[in-house]
């Protein structure tokens, strides 16, 4: 073969596999093919949940007391804000009922970086983009993205989440901005709200109720307040660690 | 023994979609495109894409594309200069590996790069030692 037909020729089928791969880009958009997908993701899934759960170990009596040191103040900050509502609801007879949400459990079994982590339930398991992610009355992130078999979950530290919150103890009012690796941002706090070093920051809700109130988010470990700004700022820790977590809930709506 | 470089390709896609997320399968894509031709490579390309996109839960297809580009790169530096040697192996897996972590968003880009480079040594020498042993 002369030089330049043999230049044609990979020229040729780099562009005849090019096509052929803009064409598998393309197909498996439509939602015909994402079967396909799911066929395959199902046979892989048994062996990622493997692999993640031995790459991530067995919890020591460290974590697992971490864990229910998180749990329990998650709930404690529940309990302090159902006493809130019955004094409320006594005071004006008023009634409401929070919807009831069904929650499937998940296992994480893969993770691309410190705030993402794939999940091994998908669309045909009725998971759909933005339920919320949560382990007891903890909120850990929101689904991202869906295929059949599997989801993204985005944690609430990824710099792609923002969220109205209001604080335990103090009820100062804010919104959290994930800031990467692993940490938070409570910012937009009126400096006439107090905030109070450890204390628990709880989600506002929001109005299409996809993120329920007084959910727990994490725990404020600083606080940033200077008479000049218009508003004051705090860094806020996650409650859990969810990197020594190996199952989740999904809410389904 | 000449599906070996493809056992090592599938470990390192679950290594990085369930481990640790560091794409390992640079160095090794890298030797695949230094031992064969051109069609194999493509479609290997292709084939590694869709189960890496699988794996990390990506639009089907893109990182095929991705690997397309590098081999028709690769196939158009070595009209030119030694594609074969330690040094192309071990600066091109850190070169590729930025540009991946670039088109992918993924974080950690340094770190990432220099752990590639280094895991490129053992892979070159597994690719000597099969090339001495005609497994490729």
Request: hydrophobic share 50%; aromatic share 12%.
């Amino acid at each position: 073969m002369t030089r330049m037909s043999k230049h044609s020729y990979l020229l040729g089928s780099f562009f005849l596999f090019f096509f052929l791969g803009v064409c598998i880009f393309f197909l498996f958009q439509l939602p015909f093919f994402a079967p396909v997908r799911g066929i395959f993701e199902s046979a892989f899934l048994p062996i990622e949940r493997v692999l993640h759960s031995g790459s991530v170990g067995k919890l020591t009596e460290v974590d697992s007391l971490k864990q229910q040191n998180a749990e329990l103040t998650a709930q404690l900050a529940k309990d302090k804000q159902s006493e809130k509502e019955m004094a409320a609801l006594k005071d004006q007879f008023a009634f409401s009922q929070a919807a009831a949400r069904t929650l499937l459990p998940s296992h994480i079994i893969g993770t691309h970086d410190v705030d993402t982590y794939v999940l091994d339930k998908g669309e045909s398991d009725g998971v759909k983009k933005g339920s919320i992610v949560v382990v007891k009355d903890i909120l850990l992130g929101t689904v991202f993205e869906t295929t059949p078999h599997t989801s993204i979950l985005l944690t609430m530290s990824s710099p792609r989440q923002t969220i109205s919150v209001h604080t335990s103890s103090t009820n100062a009012l804010g919104i959290i901005r994930g800031t990467g690796g692993g940490r938070m941002l409570l910012d937009h706090v009126v400096l006439s709200d107090h905030l109070d070093d450890k204390d628990v920051v709880l989600t506002k809700g929001n109005s299409d109720k996809q993120i329920p109130p007084d959910l727990s988010i994490g725990k404020i470990s600083s606080v940033d307040k200077k008479i000049s700004d218009v508003f004051q700022q705090a860094n806020v820790i996650p409650l859990l660690d969810i990197s020594r977590i190996s199952v989740v809930f999904i809410s389904l709506p | 023994m000449r599906w070996l470089f493809g056992f090592l390709f599938i470990l390192s896609a679950f290594f990085e979609a369930n481990i640790a997320s560091y794409p390992l399968w640079i160095p090794l894509f890298l030797v695949v495109i230094v031992s064969y031709r051109p069609e194999a490579v493509f479609t290997v390309s292709l084939v590694a894409g869709a189960l890496l996109d699988m794996l990390l839960v990506r639009s089907l297809g893109i990182t095929g594309l991705f690997g397309l580009c590098i081999a028709l790169l690769c196939f158009a530096y070595e009209k030119k200069y030694e594609v074969r040697s330690l040094t192309f192996i071990l600066i091109a897996s850190m070169i590729l590996c930025l540009i991946y972590c670039f088109v992918f968003a993924v974080p950690g880009v340094f770190l990432k790069t220099i752990v590639i480079g280094l895991s490129s040594l053992p892979v070159y020498f597994l690719y000597i030692t099969a090339k001495l042993n005609d497994w490729v």
